[in-house]
Each structure stands twice: as C-alpha cells, then as structure tokens.
C-alpha cells in the first residue's frame, strides 16, 4: 500500500470510541504481562514530529478550541488547543502515553514528549521502567488537559510499540495525537474559567493523589497551618515541588505568613529557583527584619544568581546582629552563616579576579568523581559539579568575524597562559545519568542522538520552564541557519536541540579518572556532554588554535596557548587534529561545520589524488597490519627487529608525501610513537631518544596537551635509563610543567615553590607516571 493511500484510509475511517478503549486497554494488560528488562529499549525518542511553525501564544478561548474529531491526520494544528480529560492508565515510555476523551466523547491516544521527562523522576527510579501505577500518577484519570499546536501523526500502533522488531507493515500504523513541546501542554483546574461553558459527555472527577490522601478530611476546610505540616511532609521527603505546591495553597489563606514563604524559599533553593527564593524571603524580610532564616536564605538565593558581592553584604550584617544574640538556639545558623559567608568571599573573587584555588579544585573533583561499584552511580549525590564561580576577563568580546558568524576577539594583546573564561556548564549530563539505551535520530542531518544529548535537551527545557527568564541566555547561542520567530521567554524544544547540536561540549576524562573509580562503567562509552554559554561563542580551528580548553568536572576553563595580538580571533579546536580528515569532518559535522577552513583542511582539499590515495594506503597497512604485528611483537619473547625498518619506512614516506608543509605532517604520530617503543623493546635507548623527543614535539606542535605531560615523561625515562640523570630530571620538570600548567597556568620564575604543587597534582591525576618516575629515581 502506498502512503497516500495509507493517508487516505485513516482519513476516511476513523475507530470508534469504544474499539479504541478496548484496544488500549489491552495493550495496558500487555504490558502488565511484560517484565520491565523487555520494555528497556523502548525508552527511545526521535524528533520526527517536530515541525516548524509553532504558535506560542494561543489563546485559550473557546473559537480556537479544536476536537478530536476535527483533526486531521499528518497535520500540525497550528494556533489550535484542543480540550480534552485523561480517561484511562499511562505508561511511560520515552513518551508518556495515554487515552484521552474531548468534550464531544470522542477518544485519541496521546503521546506527550520531554513531558514528564526522565529529570522529573527520582534519580533511583530514572534507570528502570515505570509501572503503570508509577506513571500514572503524572496524569490521574480525570485530569483536563490542554494541548496546544495539537499534531496528528501516523506512528506505530500500540502493538507495534512493543513489539521488539517494530512496525511491519501498515497495519501496525495508527493515528496518535503527538506533542513534543513541554510548553504546550497545560494541566488545567477544574475551576479553570475555560470549563465553565463546556458540558463533557461524559465527566469524570479527577482522582488526584492528594484527594485520596485527604479524603478522611474531606469535609474540614484546610488552614494555611495544614498546608505547611503537608508542606513539611513532602520537603523532608525531598520532594520540593510537592512542598513549594503546598506551601503555596498555604500562602494564598495567609499571603505574609513569614513561616510559609521561609519554607517556600527553601524548597525553591533545593529547586535552584533563585529568584523565586529571592522574591519570598524579601516578602518576610520586609514585615520581620529580624527573620533569620530569611535573612540567610536571601544570602543564599543572591549568591545562586551571582549575585555575590550583595550576598557578602547580606550575612556580614547577619553574622553581626547574632554576634550579639547569646540565644543557643541560634548555633546552627550561625555556623552556617560563616561558612556560607567565606564560601561566598571565594566565589567573588573567582568571578572578579579569576583567582581560583586550583589544588581545592582538583581535590573537590577527585573526590565528587567517585562512582558506586555497583549501581553506576555517583557516590556524591550531585557528581561532579563544581560549586565555582565564572570569569570573563576584560580583554576579550564577542565580535562580528568574516564568514563565522561571532566569535571571540582579542580587544588587547594577551600573553601566553593567560586565564579567559572560566565558566560552569549551564546543564550537563554525565553518561551515567542518561537513561537506558535511549536513542534518538535527527532526520534532517541523519545523524544519530546520543542517550546524553537528548536527556540533556529534556533537563534544559525543564530548568526554562521553571525559569523563563533564562531563556535569553540560552536562546543567544547560534541555533543553526533558518529564522526563527520565538516568543524571547517561551520554551521551545526543538529549538533547544538546535543549539544544543551547534553548541555541545563533549565532557572528558582526560586524565582517565572516572575509568580508574569503576570500570565498564556506563560512562567509559559515553562521558557525557554539557551546554556553556560562553565557551560557546569560541569559533573552530583543526590547528593553529591559541585557546586551549580544560573540563574539569562540569567547569570549563579557557586560556590562551600561545601569545595573543590585539584584534585577533580567540580560536579553539572542538577535534584532535591527529585524526584524519574524515574522523575530522565527521565530528565536525555533528557541531555543524561543514568545510572548515583551517590550514590543514585547506591543505588536505587541495592535495593530490594520487599523494591521497598513497597516504590512505600507507596508514592502513599501518593500522591492519603494521601496527598490530608492531604490537604482538613488544610482548612477545622475540622481538622482531624487520619491525623497525618498516616503521621507520612508513614515517619517511608519510613526511615526504608532505615535505612542502612538515608542520602540518601530523599522520605519523602513530607510527612515531610505536617507533619510539619499538627501539627501546630492541634494547636500542640511544635511538629511542631522538624518536621520542620528537613525539613530545609533535604533540606540542598539534596542541593535545593531554599527551604532552606523558610524552616529556617518556623522554625522561629514557635519558634516565641511560643514566644520564641531568638531562632525566630536566625533562621531567618538564612533564611536571605539563600537566600543572594547563591548570593553574604558568609556573611564573618567582615560583620556588612550583615543583612542590605540581607533585600534588601529578599524584592524584596521575599517580601511575608519578610511582614510574620514584622508580627511575626522578624524584
Ligand atoms: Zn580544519
């Protein structure tokens, strides 16, 4: 059957209400009947239905109302809402699937996207299936709903959802009304004014949880005191939405009851809602100037919008006024206050002065790193965030560049070393976090979503829609070519997952620490990635960069690596420029770039067939045949020295292929590096030597700075096996060097001191060249 015609026969027949509710019910004892490892790879998305156009002010009155039965199929129902009541169980899978009714009587299954999205959920529950219960407790039987720009797509029938291989044939198609934007779907109260002129065929009552928890207390009117002993309930339960829910019913009865709006300000701090925090305690702080709870809670809301230099002002006055309260009482929040107060000093001198502690740094992300052996989890409940503050330094700006777009420009000249950006990621996702085997695919660029990606789309539109206010922080970021009229505080998914695709960073575990807590961890194929707003404006280069970049847990911080002349552009590299021109262009492609026009990429176009289609066959023998022999060998008793001539042909060849641009020879690292092990394993240290300075060079030259610090160790073992001691110790101040700079920055000659901190850093990133090197005796 043809698509049309599939087309034209859900146009014309349409499955009658009760078919339909016999058919989902069904499928729900299906599903009962499945154990939930079977339904794991179904927690899967893609964005098929997204679709341009979205209307985001509609308003609600009853002429742009749309029924079930006015729906058209394969048609985004722009400007449209239509009104409906949940009437059976939901399931959560990627979507939140259920049946829902409209006023008329007639019945759809929905499925609502990046709705009740994996974040909502506990952190323990995120990595198993939702029981039918769990699930339904997002949309109890009876909830209206409204749903916005409603879209009636063709999809997998329910059958097929389930069903391991998928949809066969047409049959297993059906019709689902579909929404992928959070924004547009609206729980509405039952006292809502839209419902006044609706008669439902057939109304339910809504049987939310908290009814059925209060249904012994049914008749007695609910005080504002009741609804903060709830409140309280559900907040030592950690669950701060419910609270904040509850203490809000409670501050409509009694609007400056300074108890509740305390209480609220704290669960809006758990949910970091700073300026919903902010709002409450100013309200108490107002009528009762001596709350001080309040008092400590607005220093906490100030400093979690950075705003720090008013929080210090904010608990210095409040450390004074308990200076003179002898009240024991007050012990805890005294305690508190200090230590928030120098915690706060700290961050204030981070983000003005880009004075960071860096040893404090490394010792807080080696111990949040932790994984638990058994579950994959963090064994700190937050991971590997960071609680730092940003820097900009003032000699950068954003700028207007040819053909890039924005990037960012050097105002002034900046010296080698120097410290631009420090910045905490927006929102990140580590790959244990991400739900299990959650696939996405973006169609328009045919590439595949990782399970981190999406989740981080879901977190993203989650935090914009608690904070709308952030949605111009976001939405500045490049979202790829088209125009786009977007409301500047509306939440828009599809549009989040353009600029997460344009402006991802990808974590790394550059010194292999998470691999070295758990191994086979989940984050070992896939580490994670996060969004930094402004790492983000740094345009790409493959080589000739003079930023370099460091992620250390959820932080990124940006220095120059060479000197910087005044006027130009500040550029990083987003992919090693030792992978081939295609390894480039593939990882490239997924930033959207698409013909970079670096040196190397430029050169790389404009070579020959010919000298292409020997260096393509030069580096597969290497790697099919070449470098395996090269690497059974090293372990074998007989070493085979035929091995060594062949290598060394390799590199010749690979450098004469390139002669006129040495610099940019950068295919041979490999090989080099295998040479260099080679000789030693042939008991030939004096050859080894020059090979393996080279290598250190090479790495230099192409700016990985994760290799640098263990090629210099390299040469200096072995200047130290030819027990020449000058020389092995020099070169291991240089793998020192190495690894401390690109953190802390350079070693000034003032520093006595600097071996002292680099050992610290060396031991605990890397304690395995360290131990090496005591061996040697380097130390
Ligand atoms: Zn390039």
Known sequence: MEMDELLAC????????????????????????????????????NNFGYRQNIQNTINLELNNRISIANLEVDKLHTGK???????????????????????????????????????????????????????????????????????????????????????????????????????????????????????????????????NKKSAVDDKILSADDFRQSGNKYFVSNDFAAAVDEYSSGIKLDPNNATLLANRAEAYLRLNQFDKALNDVEIVL???????????????????????????????????????????????????????????????????????????????????????????????????????????????????????????????????????????????VYGNEAPLSYRSIDFTSKTMITATHSELVARIARKLIAEPDLCQEVYKLYAGPEIENLGENSVDVRKIEKIIKYNFFETKDQWGIMNSTKENSRLTKDSGAGLWIMPSFFNHSCVDTNVEQLIIGDMIFLRTCQPVLSGKE????????????????????????????????????????????????????????????????????NFNSSLIKELTKSIDELKDLRKEHLDLEFQSFNIKVDLAAAYVRD??????????????????????????????????????????????????DVALKELAEPIRGKFTKEETKWRKEAMYLAEKLSPKMVSGAKNKGLL
């Not at 099919?624 to 090293?634: A, C, D, F, T």
């Not at 192409?702 to 020099?730: C, G, H, I, T, W």
């Open 570 to 637: 500040l550029v990083l590299s987003y992919c090693s420029p030792l992978g081939s021109y295609d390894e480039r262009s593939n990882s490239l492609r997924l930033h959207g770039i698409k013909n970079c026009s670096c040196r190397l990429c430029n050169l790389e176009r404009s070579e020959s067939k010919k000298v292409k289609l020997r260096q393509t066959e030069i580096l597969r023998t290497y790697e099919n045949s070449l470098g395996p022999q090269v690497k059974s060998s090293l372990f074998s008793a």
């Open 10 to 45: 859900f146009l014309t027949e349409r499955k009658s209400r009760q078919l339909l509710i016999t058919e989902y019910e069904a499928w729900l004892n299906n599903i009962v009947q499945m154990s939930s490892k079977k339904l794991e790879h179904l927690i899967t998305t």
């Open 81 to 211: 809402f239509l009104l409906c009541q949940v009437i059976s169980k939901c399931v959560k899978l990627s979507p939140l699937f259920t049946l829902v009714e409209d006023p008329e009587g007639n019945v759809e299954r929905i499925a609502l996207y990046n709705w009740a999205e994996q974040s909502a959920i506990p952190v323990k529950s995120r990595k198993k299936v939702l029981t039918i219960f769990e699930a339904s407790e997002f949309l109890p039987i009876g909830t209206k709903l409204v749903i916005k720009n409603p879209y009636y797509q063709i999809a997998s029938s329910f059958n097929a959802i389930i069903n391991p291989n998928g949809p066969s044939t047409f049959i297993d198609f059906d019709a689902i009304i579909r929404s992928d934007n959070p924004n547009d779907v609206i729980v509405i109260n039952q006292n809502n004014e839209l419902l006044n002129n609706i008669k439902w065929s057939n109304n339910l009552k809504q049987k939310i949880k908290e009814a």
């Open 286 to 428: 107002k009528n009762e100037p001596d709350h001080l709870k309040a008092a400590f809670r607005k220093g906490k809301a100030l400093c979690g919008l950075k705003r720090y230099q008013e929080a210090i002002v904010v608990l210095k006055d409040l450390d004074l006024k308990m200076q003179i309260n002898t009240d024991n009482s007050i012990t805890p929040v005294k305690q508190s206050t200090k230590t928030l107060l120098k915690h706060v000093e700290m961050l204030d001198s981070e983000s003005r002065y880009g004075k960071y502690d860096y040893i404090k740094i490394i010792d807080e992300f080696c111990e949040k790193v932790k994984i638990n052996q058994e579950n994959d989890d963090w064994v700190c409940e937050t991971g590997p965030r960071l609680d730092h503050a940003d820097f900009l330094i003032g000699d950068i700006e954003v700028r207007p560049v040819k053909k890039k777009g924005r990037g960012w420009v050097a105002k002034r000249d900046i010296p080698e070393g120097t410290l631009l950006i420090a910045s905490k990621a927006f929102e990140i």
């Open 683 to 732: 008991g030939n240290l004096r050859r080894s030597l020059p090979v393996a300075i080279e290598v250190y060079k090479f790495v230099k030259t192409a700016q990985v700075p994760q290799f640098s610090s263990n090629a210099a160790y390299q040469v200096a073992s072995r200047y130290a096996r030819l027990d020449k001691m000058k020389e092995a110790k020099e070169w291991w």
